[in-house]
């Protein structure tokens, strides 16, 4: 099985563990930013052009 | 060309500390050079020269001190290379201190804040927390940028080059607000 669809079928586990829980699937961003604090993972915004984006729009650090 | 910046008062007395020998001169060399800390010159002098009676076992606070004094000669000994080496999540713990996103953490940890638009005050409070010297921070933010190479990242483009930018606005980008902007930068 390709990798594309082993992490699909992961965040489909983690979306209906979230639904399961009462999180709300239509809030996209709320229900986004909740499974990632669910999982440990802290979420902060950043200016849309900010620097630590190196011209990006969203950026993940596993080390953090 | 940004300013040189200062050395801190604990350095300057751990390099005492490091020089002193009795009678050798090193106060009077040390009150000369640095007149605005001759009273913690004086008083760390005093407690280098204190005199212990060899036959009584030295007491609980005798050994408190002691134990101190060792804790802090411990602390500070992260060298350049150390924080070279040091995780994301050394610089991302330390930040806090300054009660600072972590992704202020992270851009000094990648070296992306240019020294010269950083305050002294901030420069040696995250030098505590790193436990390092404010030199040796200084130093390692001399350093070429660099992202982290673990860093995955949502874009429709190639990903530019890090480049050094001013503290403000790594805070700005943060979202810090502009009222703890001007404290944060305010020179005391």
Known sequence: ????????QHAQRLHDDAVRRGR?????????????????ITVETCAPDAAMLDGGRASFDPDC | ??????????DILRAFAMDFEPGAGVLQRY??????????LIDLSMELTREFDDDAPPGVAELDLVATGM???????VTLQALQ???AKTFADAITVLSLPMQVGLAFRERRIDVATLPQRILARLAEA?????????????????????RARKSAVKPVAPAKVSFERILQDAGVDEQSIS????EE
């Open chain 2, 71 to 77: 804790a802090r000669l411990r602390e500070n000994v």
């Open chain 1, 1 to 8: 099985m390709d990798p594309i669809e082993l992490a699909r």
């Open chain 2, 130 to 150: 790193l436990q390092t010297s404010t030199e040796t921070l200084i130093s390692y933010l001399a350093l070429l940028p660099e992202a982290s190479l673990a």
């Open chain 2, 1 to 10: 060309m940004g300013k040189q910046p200062q050395i801190t008062a604990n």
């Open chain 1, 24 to 40: 709300d699937p239509w809030s996209s961003y709320e229900f986004a930013v909740g499974i990632a604090n669910d999982l440990g």
């Open chain 2, 85 to 87: 080496a040091s995780p």
């Open chain 2, 31 to 40: 009150l000369a050079q640095y007149p605005e800390h001759s009273l913690a």
């Open chain 2, 183 to 186: 404290k944060l930068l305010r």
